[in-house]
């Protein structure tokens, strides 16, 4: 340590407590209390500096504009709107509620956009008040519903973009990876039968191009591009050149039907992070060249000149800025193999429980994601034991850590730091067995500040009506 999976401002200090950005965790445990995200500023600024920096040269280099998104469900908050923003990416909003954190913030509807595969009208309603500068549509209804809210506003037509499925399937768990084609997101690329409503065609047209040409039909929306995301914490970046060559092939295909060059292609976002020691991230000075060279060799192919594309990196930038403090309460040896006369060949898995668990953390009991701890407060020589790191809810699956060395000697009010929780931790938190949320605590150049406070028995309270 200090290294991946930890975010770059994390260190030891002399005494052996962990620092953040100079900010000593104990006395953020102090001033905070536990569970707590801390989120290094600094290393999610420069993450976020790093993608747009990296795209944008690579993207230039094959004659290409890139614009990069930060993709807010992994983590917004005002302040986190505004550093990205400020560092030049826009906001990716999944719903009408990362849509009002990103206004907020003052970032500029222009430089926001809309997902969502079940749209209320309300959120439509509002992105197009504020002025966005994409509406990401999903399906074939939408496409008229989108239509009829701008008709209702009588402005500008609304740009949209539609959002296929190349059938490329990558990522790390099934629930993340979003292009294959049995799923609710998008519409597909594959013909499956169904014949073309628009533009009077008699062939058979994929769900994408029968979209497509609906929205070219109707005068209240500009067809602005076409959306592809294959999926979440992909370390194999091959599939990001695949999708991306079938979505140029579906540009090429309505170019030749229609006469319309769509201008701008969205690759989505799903760059994978380190969570355990040794464990690489996906280089993004390395990835932007290989697609920006792959999009240019597939335009070439199809004798298509190179649209706008755009990218939604939410991981990637909020995830090894995050660790979350935990106080260690319970600590259990528990035998957990061997014959039972054997004590020699007995496995012990010590539980060691923390104040949170998978409230604050739900990505271990969904995805099976593995995470690593450390003791934080203190370094110990003790000898090491195989621990599991648990929470506190009424649960078996409630785990943070599956398997982790920690010292023997771990005990109640030791502090542990869990790595690379920045991205879908606070995000995916819920209230179970009504435990109040943690706060968000960025630190920056020695200072701490709560960006999100921490819930209380209050607040849950407060919402029942008795
Ligand atoms: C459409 C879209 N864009 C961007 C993202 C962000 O993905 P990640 O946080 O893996 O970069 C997601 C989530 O997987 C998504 O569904
Ligand atoms: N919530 C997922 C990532 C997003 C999934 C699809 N948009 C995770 O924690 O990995």
Redesign the pocket.
Known sequence: MPGEPWSSGVRRGPDGALTVAGVDVRDLAVAQGTPAYVLDEADLRERARSYRRAFEAAFAEVGAGVDVYY?G??FLSVAVARWVHAEGLRV?T?TGGELAVALRAGVPGEHIGL?GNNKSDAEIARALDAGVGRI?VDSLVEVERVAAASRARGGAPAPVMI?VTTGVHA?GHEY?S?AHEDQK?GLSLATDGRVATGAGSQTEDSPAMTALLAVLAHPELELLGI?S?I????LDPSGFEVAARKVLELRAALAQRTGFLVPEVDL?????IAYLPGEVALDPDRIAKDVAASVAASSADLGTPLPRFSI?????IV?PAGLTLYTVGTVKPVRVGGPDDEAESTIVRTYVSIDGGMSDNIRPALYGADYHAELANRLSDAEPVLARVVGKHCESGDIVVHDVLLPGDVRAGDLLAVAATG??GRSMASNYNHVPRPPVVAVTDGEARVLVRRETEDDLLALDQG
């Open positions: 993709a469900k992994a990716d999944a997902h990401i959002r990522g993340i979003t997101f959306h995301h999926g979440s914490q992909i989505g976002g799903g760059y994978g939604e990196p939410g991981r990637a995830g991205a879908y």
